[in-house]
């Protein structure tokens, strides 16, 4: 049977299911789930296995919040032997279909990291026969599909594929990002990735570079002001919490002991709007809107926090006010969320207007 596997964060399985079943009825495209509690791992199950491709084609990952990637199973779950695995799942795999690049997955688990081991010392002989076979063809094909062998165990494997141009980058969706020494906090991977994730690297010389003023809310003790910082950024750090000395050194912060949702900027030539406050996700929701409307910033990236029960449900009511709001001053914009892999508890999200804000608030 067919079915599409999404990778996410163990534990949120059941937002991944609800949200893809979701987004698959709105595309007509009917089946059921089967979740593993905690294995990061969903399937949804196909009614109709040719539906897989076209729902790829149809719904950008992008616009999932809870998957990380995602394929449309080519196999059934493979037995691996214990010798001459190579071999069988060549033969598994058949040759009628060719692939641009292979992905060696496993769970996001502590049984998987023990098992990666495992898949990199196959993956060198294993890319040899496929590429051996042309199953696997020339890298660097953009429009060709990605081949995913996800490694449930040493015995167990499955493989499906995905689209390269709607696909993630990164292995099992995960950017591997290395902590800056310099950095006042752990947090600061946050915004790392979200930059990463949010804005295209060919244009980050014009929206994520050198000269912008950008506000950080919730800023203590510096982890995302770190990141502005170091991209050339004048900074005002908003919270009654101390700022790292470090960063206070550089000249390019200002930092304000206040709260942040009183702060206004005096001039309307703040560019990014950061914020990092721990607080109910609706306020925040709310307060970005304004920031964004009233034209106090270009670009803005925030967290929702999570609440324990019924979170796909809460983050679609956030973006929603968000939505209702632009959509009342008619404003395009750009509105985009992710449950990113250095962010456990939140739900990161990126919202800029496309059109100039209204002039009447
Ligand atoms: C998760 S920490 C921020 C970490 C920071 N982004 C970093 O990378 O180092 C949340 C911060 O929000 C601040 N905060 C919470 N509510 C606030 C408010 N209403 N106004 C200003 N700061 C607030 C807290 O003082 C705390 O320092």
Redesign the pocket.
Known sequence: MTAIVLYCRPGFEKECGAEIQEKASWNEVYGYLELSKNQGVVYFHLNKPEEGEVLMEKIPLRRLIFARQWFVTVTEKIDLPDYNRVEAIVEALGTEWQYADLRMETPDTNDGKELSKFCRKLAVPLRQALRKEKILTEKGNKDGAVLHALFLSGKEVIFGFSLALNTSPHVMGIPRLKFPNAA??R??L??DEAFLYFIPKEEWDIRLTSGMNAV???????????QLVRRGMMVTS????PMAESLMETGQVKHRT????KYVPQKKNVYWLVC????KPQRVAKLMSEWLLKGLCQEAIFNLKLPMKGRYQQVNDDLQTMKDAFSLHNVKYELFAKHLYYDREEVTVHARLLSPPPTDI
């Open positions: 006042p906090s947090s600061t946050k915004l950080d809310l919730g800023a203590a003790p510096g982890g995302w002001t770190y908003i919270d009654n919490g206040m709260d942040g949702f990092d406050m721990i607080e």
